[in-house]
């Protein structure tokens, strides 16, 4: 026998042979945590425990880990068990399989429980304390005496194996998740002495099917029955007031609640996820209602209808629909909202998963956030046409609102029509079986969850989008690509997490902020990320949580800014630090010696070229630095053509080879003098010095013919953008827009589109699409009495200072005062002091301002 007498209490503890440990004295004192009690080292051996009489307490962690207890006796001296006394006994060596945890939470649960446990508390505790048996899986019944009077908080959290337990009737107080997770208790008894019930007290509590809240209990908290599945029969005693959120979300098996007349207030969600198919208010509550037999409440103060089910029939008085009302009602098959309703509010019908059609009466003046969402078999949305803040435009199949053209709410046979400007949050949210969507233009805006769990395969964000929301795709597991346009600023926090068929990730230089856990996703099909960073750019924490990723890319003039380095908060997980870490030049060093790059395992300058070659379409959609780029160009003739190229270049760079020129205006002749436009040209000045801007129409004459290269050194390159310069006449605007894609001849012919051919401005015959690294030219009047589709069919190229007489198109010149006057070319005089580039004529001589 090992024998111990603890000399900091007043306490003797015996371990025998076969496991007993017998425990006498008086006061046992609290312990830290286990490794601090006298029989830390013994613990393992310990299967039983016998507590004398004239022991009064039993101390904080005094048993927590003794994983082979079976059997404790605890005499009626003992009044009060400390916080955590038996967390964990019978756990580690009896784990059973597939169990894992997160803390002190069950995560994971597979497989059969460890040995039968039973524990008797006898008269004379007048608590059991904070988490005391938390854990104790093997624990499968307990009997509690008359002197207890509350349970503390998660006292017996995660007794999963606790299929039985008696609450005397001394029992005032259950603490929050006093029995969280006791998936095997079928039944308890909640005595009338019962005047507090904690949050999440029952929560998963799935063995549960019936339970009767005592008259004595006022409140019912937060999340108390939350996800109690079996829960099939509930009565409300005629003395509960409140009912808080959630306290019988996800009940599915509940089938009808009666709501007594001393319940004042029911918040947002108490029964959210619930298969409720009839609901009764006594006809004596003074505040809420069940008006009709509608199998609905509602609040009589101002007629919003908070809580439906399958068979709700919405009576024609109640003006609002509230937050979550219907959802989860996975049943409903369809819905009709009478015309005194003004109001739907958030989620509404949320997870209303049978829903096929939709309309909204022309009453409704506000929507929450969408109402529909999770909605996986809606088809058809309909917004009658004489509503006044709503629409369902072009037969759009989605609820857009008119004040700021944001859509919604949208379905599986959404179109989004071009105008739409926001793509609200939730809009899309739940409909799985949404492959595809065209977003428009117009959209500048896409909100949190707006395609959440969508079926989408590829999408093209918009190049006017500016912020991407929180979880805007997320778990859209079958998006393969993914381009982020360069105005993009914000990705949202987890915007694309579980999108496991993502392959390569490009985020360009005008992000700021790329959100926690933005692109995690345990996936092998991330290989490559390309970051250009902004010298504003963060990363959160989890961005890129993935493990098969070979190369990430960096470029930029400066090292983002990083969350703290850590295997679990970092912005990559510690696999990633396998990949290849490529950077700009300049900053190696910097990046070797900064953490956490410095942690990848093989950092590489960036391959310094990029080649271009003409006529193939260029996709790049964000700035890459401190390159050498080169452009490859065949010129069958020497005359005038249209250049779009993505970067700059020097004078030096082409002035061998080529002559280069900008777009300084277009002229309209009148040359005999009959009202009526004669001729158009189209003037031009050479580039002498300086350098050209990337994104911008030019004009480019090879000096030979052949395949000709334009190389530029350390410089940058743009991402395509489609991009504009205006000149304009008293009665026509010429725009000249840029291109990287092909531009089909049917499109140039339709649109009567210009483009550069044998030296001139030619209206396209339908022979030659446009190719890429191109500009067009389109004429639009801004008179309405002059009809621009009516233009020359061809317009010359004027290269100024090379022109073989010096004609003006101004027929006189008169000279009033002894200051000379300055005219432009249409005649008209300017004043000298505010000229803008463009030719003017002094003293009957043509000069330029550039």
């Not at 997980?573 to 290849?580: H, K, L």
Request: glycine share 6%; with cysteine.
């Amino acid at each position: 026998m090992i024998s111990f007498n603890a000399v900091h209490a007043e306490i003797n503890w015996d371990l025998s042979d076969d496991g007993t440990l017998t425990i006498s004295g008086t006061d046992m004192p609290d312990y830290a945590f286990r490794d601090s009690y006298p029989w830390h080292y013994q613990r393992d051996k310990i299967k039983k425990v016998v507590i004398e009489d004239g022991v009064t307490n039993i101390g904080t962690s005094a048993f927590e880990g003794c994983t082979s207890l079976t059997s404790i006796t605890i005499p009626e001296s003992v009044t009060s068990i400390g916080n955590w006394a038996f967390d964990g006994t019978n756990w580690y060596n009896n784990q059973p399989d597939g169990l894992i945890y997160v803390g002190r939470f069950l995560y994971k649960y597979k497989g059969t429980m460890p040995t039968n446990t039973k524990i008797v508390v006898k008269d004379g505790i007048k608590g059991i304390a904070n988490f005391a048996f938390n854990n104790c899986f093997g624990l499968t019944s307990i009997i509690i005496g008359n002197s207890v009077t509350s349970i503390g908080n998660g006292a017996f959290f995660n007794c999963s194996g606790l299929t039985s337990i008696t609450l005397p009737n001394s029992v005032k107080s259950i603490g929050s998740s006093s029995f969280f997770g006791c998936s095997g208790l079928t039944s308890i008894t909640l005595p009338n002495s019962v005047t507090n019930i904690g949050e999440a007290a029952f929560m998963y509590c799935y063995g549960l099917t019936s339970i009767t809240i005592p008259n004595s209990v006022t409140n019912i908290e937060d999340g108390t029955f939350y996800g109690c599945s079996n829960l099939n029969s509930l009565t409300i005693s005629n003395g509960v007031v409140c009912i808080r959120k959630n306290a019988f979300s996800g009940c599915d098996a509940l089938n009808s609640i009666t709501i007594p007349k001393s319940v004042t207030n029911i918040e947002t969600n108490a029964f959210q996820g619930s298969s409720l198919q009839y609901i009764s208010v006594e006809s004596d509550n003074n505040v809420y209602d069940s008006r009709n037999n509608c199998n609905a409440i509602i609040r009589k103060a101002d007629n919003t209808l908070i809580l439906g089910c399958v068979n709700t029939i919405i009576p024609n008085n109640v003006a609002s629909i509230g937050e979550n009302a219907f959802s989860g009602c996975s049943s409903i098959t369809s819905i009709t909202i009478p015309n005194s309703v003004t109001n739907i509010g958030n989620m509404a019908f949320s997870g209303c998963s049978s829903i096929t059609s939709v309309t909204i009466p022309k009453s409704v003046t506000s929507i929450g956030i969408n109402p529909f969402s999770n909605c996986s078999e809606l088809y058809s949305i309909i917004v009658e046409s004489d509503n006044s803040v709503y629409d369902s435009r072009e037969n759009c199949n989605s609820i857009i609102r008119k004040s700021d053209n944001a859509l919604i709410s949208g379905c599986i046979n959404s179109i989004i029509p071009n105008g739409v400007t926001i793509i609200g949050d939730n809009a899309f949210c739940g409909c799985k079986d949404l492959i595809s969507i065209n977003i428009p233009y117009s959209v500048t805006s896409i909100g949190d969850r707006a395609f959440t769990g969508c079926s989408l395969t590829s999408v093209t964000i918009p190049d006017n989008v500016t912020s991407i929301g929180d979880y805007a795709f997320f778990n859209c597991s079958n998006l393969t690509s993914v381009t982020i346009p360069n105005k993009v600023t914000n990705i949202g926090n987890y915007a694309f997490a579980n999108c496991a068929s993502i392959t390569s990730v490009t985020i360009p230089n005008s992000v700021t902020n790329i959100g926690e856990n933005a692109f995690s996703c345990r996936s092998d099909k991330l290989k490559e990320i390309t970051i250009n960073v902004n010298k504003d750019l963060k990363i959160n924490k989890g961005a890129f949580f993935h493990s098969n990723i070979e190369k990430v890319t960096m470029y930029g003039e400066t090292l983002p800014a990083m969350v703290d380095d850590d295997p679990y908060e970092g912005a990559f997980s510690s696999a990633c630090y396998t990949a290849t870490l490529s950077v700009p030049s300049a900053l190696y060093k910097e990046y070797c010696s900064t953490s956490p790059w410095n942690k990848f395992t093989k950092i590489e300058k960036n391959a310094s070229a990029k080649y271009l070659t003409d006529a193939e379409k260029y996709t790049n959609n964000s700035q890459l630095y401190d390159l050498e780029v080169s452009y490859t160009r065949t010129f069958n003739n020497t005359a005038w053509q249209a250049l779009y190229i993505p970067f700059s270049m020097s004078y030096s760079d082409w002035k061998d080879d080529f002559e280069i020129a900008y777009i300084n205006g277009v002229r309209q002749l009148d040359k005999d003098d009959n009202g009526t436009v004669d001729e158009t040209i189209m003037d031009v000045i050479k580039i002498k010095s300086g350098s050209t801007a990337p994104n911008t129409p030019y004009l480019i004459k090879a000096k030979t013919t052949g395949e000709k290269t334009l190389s530029v050194s350390n410089t940058t390159l743009y991402a395509a953008e489609e991009k504009s310069i205006d000149c304009r006449t008293t009665i026509v605007e010429y725009t000249f827009t840029g291109t990287y894609s092909t531009i089909p001849s049917a499109t140039m012919i339709a649109n009567k589109y210009y483009a550069m051919g044998g030296g001139n401005l030619i209206q396209s015959d339908g022979s030659n699409d446009l190719m890429p690294y191109r500009w067009y030219m389109k004429a639009e009047s801004r008179n309405s009495s002059y009809n621009a589709s009516n233009a020359a069919k061809t317009i010359t190229i004027n290269v100024i200072g090379e022109e073989e007489e010096e004609t003006t198109g101004v027929e006189e010149l008169r000279i009033t005062n002894y200051e000379l006057p300055i005219y432009d070319l249409n005649g008209r005089k300017v004043n000298e002091n505010s000229l803008k580039p463009g030719i003017y004529v002094k003293n009957g001589k043509k000069f330029v301002v550039k």
